[in-house]
Nanobody, 115 residues
Framework: QVQLVESGGGLVQAGGSLRLSCAAS????????MGWYRQAPGKQRELVAT???????NFAESVKGRFTISRDNAKNTVYLQMNTLKPEDTAVYYC?????????WGKGTLVTVSS
């Protein structure tokens, strides 16, 4: 069973930065695609960024140029560096692992950006 634990959320002013981390248990991390999703109050969960096992990345248009995603396979950890944060980035951020058609999710970490 895969477990994902997010950390790094919090309250930040607009224009500030945060780095989220997601630590994964299990041996499949290195061969899995990882991603970050977010869900704002009253809205559906949406993709923020993904990183494949080989390192290729993909970003939502709304975060391109501001967010970066990276992974450390030695630590079974994926990161989301968020810069120039905006109030509309406020959401619960969820870590996702995809492997052989299965989706695993963390419990989420809250990011609040004040204006």
């Amino acid at each position: 069973q895969v477990q994902l634990v997010e950390s790094g959320g919090g309250l930040v002013q607009a224009g500030g930065s945060l780095r989220l981390s997601c630590a994964a248990s299990g041996s499949i991390f290195i061969i899995s695609a990882m991603g970050w999703y977010r869900q704002a109050p009253g809205k559906q969960r949406e993709l923020v960024a993904t990183i494949a096992s080989g390192g290729s990345t993909n970003f939502a248009e709304s975060v391109k140029g501001r967010f970066t995603i990276s992974r450390d396979n030695a630590k079974n950890t994926v990161y989301l560096q968020m810069n120039t944060l905006k109030p509309e980035d406020t959401a619960v951020y969820y870590c996702n692992l995809k492997w052989r058609g299965f989706d695993f999710w963390g419990k989420g970490t809250l990011v609040t950006v004040s204006s």
